[in-house]
T-cell receptor, first 115, second 114 residues
Framework: NAGVTQTPKFQVLKTGQSMTLQCAQD?????MSWYRQDPGMGLRLIHY???????DQGEVPNGYNVSRSTTEDFPLRLLSAAPSQTSVYFC??????????????FGPGTRLTVT | AQTVTQSQPEMSVQEAETVTLSCTYD???????LFWYKQPPSRQMILVIR??????QNATENRFSVNFQKAAKSFSLKISDSQLGDTAMYFC???????????FGQGTRLTINP
């Protein structure tokens, strides 16, 4: 199993550009989520999904969009990039979102810089 | 809203020493889970240990153990016989049963010196 994969690993955007961060998992996990990691702030939840066709907002959803058309994929879209979105982005998956006790498996992260 | 606080931004110990990382959380819920995740310089997040709130017995995983004090809302991680490979950021995380979200602390950067 590849686990959770993310592409790209690094990305530089100009303010106002849009892009999609890709996330895929091959573990047949129902639950997938996106976090951003900023110095001194830990990981903050952006959006999450408890299954195909179901998404919901996390703590910091503004400026981001998600969809979940398949169990495997959970792309994160930046609609109009801003310097405040400079961060490291992690995708994670777990067996089920209906129990908080399941381990979350994380992707390797995407370092995004917005100039 | 649930919050998780890690009051030690950085810690440094010598190899083979024991180190304890602190974590406190705030919740009115009774059924929840607590985690410690490790993030080495490779950036990959790895689960270290997990504790169910309904279990009074503290979780252990080889050299890693926790001190779970439910009444005090405290969840510290003890690393015994520390190794150079333990150098990493450590994040405490909290999840309420059914809430579908994990809340992370700010992280503690741990350095193990040779």
């Amino acid at each position: 199993n590849a686990g959770v994969t993310q592409t790209p690993k690094f990305q530089v955007l100009k303010t106002g550009q849009s892009m999609t961060l890709q996330c895929a998992q091959d573990m047949n996990h129902e639950y997938m989520s996106w976090y951003r990691q900023d110095p001194g702030m830990g990981l903050r939840l952006i959006h999450y999904s408890v299954g195909a066709g179901i998404t919901d907002q996390g703590e910091v959803p503004n400026g981001y969009n998600v969809s979940r058309s398949t169990t495997e994929d959970f792309p994160l879209r930046l609609l109009s990039a801003a310097p405040s979105q400079t961060s490291v982005y992690f995708c994670a998956s777990s067996y089920s979102g209906f129990s908080a006790g399941y381990e979350q498996y994380f992707g390797p992260g995407t370092r995004l810089t917005v100039t | 809203a649930q919050t998780v606080t890690q009051s030690q931004p950085e810690m440094s110990v010598q190899e083979a020493e024991t180190v304890t990382l602190s974590c406190t959380y705030d919740t009115s819920e009774n059924n929840y889970y607590l985690f410690w995740y490790k993030q080495p310089p490779s950036r990959q997040m790895i689960l270290v240990i997990r504790q169910e709130a309904y279990k009074q017995q503290n979780a252990t995983e080889n050299r890693f153990s926790v001190n779970f004090q439910k009444a005090a809302k405290s969840f510290s991680l003890k690393i015994s016989d520390s190794q150079l490979g333990d150098t990493a950021m450590y994040f405490c995380a909290f999840g309420v049963q059914g809430a579908q979200k994990l809340v992370f602390g700010q992280g503690t950067r741990l350095t193990i010196n040779p």
